[in-house]
């Protein structure tokens, strides 16, 4: 998702009490060991196939995945992203990567293969109506209602089982990054003319990554 105007290997997110991710501790250290072990790759933009599928599910948990998170966190941080999806360097498997603040402007720093968003209770389902964009949809920006409160199962980097929550934006990024996994683009939930100009202010503007160029 686009943001709004240690020698351990990083990948060690451990469960709290609750059974949920603790991702909120060592953001710093933790995003910064993933993207200097990594290599930022260009981004992938609307149009481009690998985007309008589901990906493939992460079968093998093993070195070939752990660079492949290195370098979509270096990617992340060079398109000042607070959420990054595989297919969005081109890349068919689930996976995400988030470097992304919540409602209390608390930094979650974290990485979910085979995510499935959870469904909510109606008293959880409250809609928040906030500004979305995309890195795949660049200079572009919507207004999206989405729940602000959403719950992530899915496996880390090693295959095991996690839980992952986020409240206000980090909850918008959970489902806009899942979503991309199975080939959904925010755009795709806004309504036909507010899709059109969003395209259309991507027409109009440069992003400041690189993108790879549709044919
Ligand atoms: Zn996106």
């Given amino acids: ?8 290997q990083a990948t060690d997110q451990q469960a709290g009490n609750d059974g949920f991710v603790v991702d909120t501790e060592n953001t710093e250290e933790r995003e910064q060991a993933y993207r200097e072990r990594g290599t930022a790759r260009p981004i992938t933009v609307v149009g481009n196939p690998v985007l309008h599928k589901e990906c493939k599910d992460v079968t093998e948990f093993d070195d070939k995945l752990a660079a492949l998170i290195d370098d979509m966190f270096a990617s992340q941080r060079a398109a000042e992203g607070v959420g990054l999806a595989a297919n969005q360097i081109g890349v068919d498997l689930k996976v ?18 085979n995510p499935v968003l959870q469904e909510l209770s109606q008293e959880q389902r409250r809609l928040d109506e906030s500004n979305e964009g995309c890195l795949s949809v660049p200079t572009a920006y919507a207004e999206l209602g989405r729940p602000d409160y959403a719950e992530v ?3 880390d980097a090693q295959g095991n089982p996690i839980k992952v ?4 934006y ?11 996994l199975y080939g959904y683009l925010y755009i795709d939930r806004l309504s036909k003319r507010d899709r059109k100009d969003a395209l259309k202010q991507m027409a109009e503007g440069t992003p400041r990554y690189e993108t790879v160029p549709n044919d």
């Fill in 1 to 8: 998702m686009a943001q709004q105007e240690t020698d351990q």
């Fill in 153 to 155: 199962h899915g496996q």
């Fill in 170 to 180: 980090f909850a918008r990024c959970l489902q806009h990054e899942t979503d991309h």
């Fill in 165 to 168: 929550r986020g409240t206000g």
């Fill in 96 to 113: 995400f990567v988030y470097d992304c603040p919540d409602d209390d402007g608390v930094r979650h720093v974290g990485v979910v293969c």
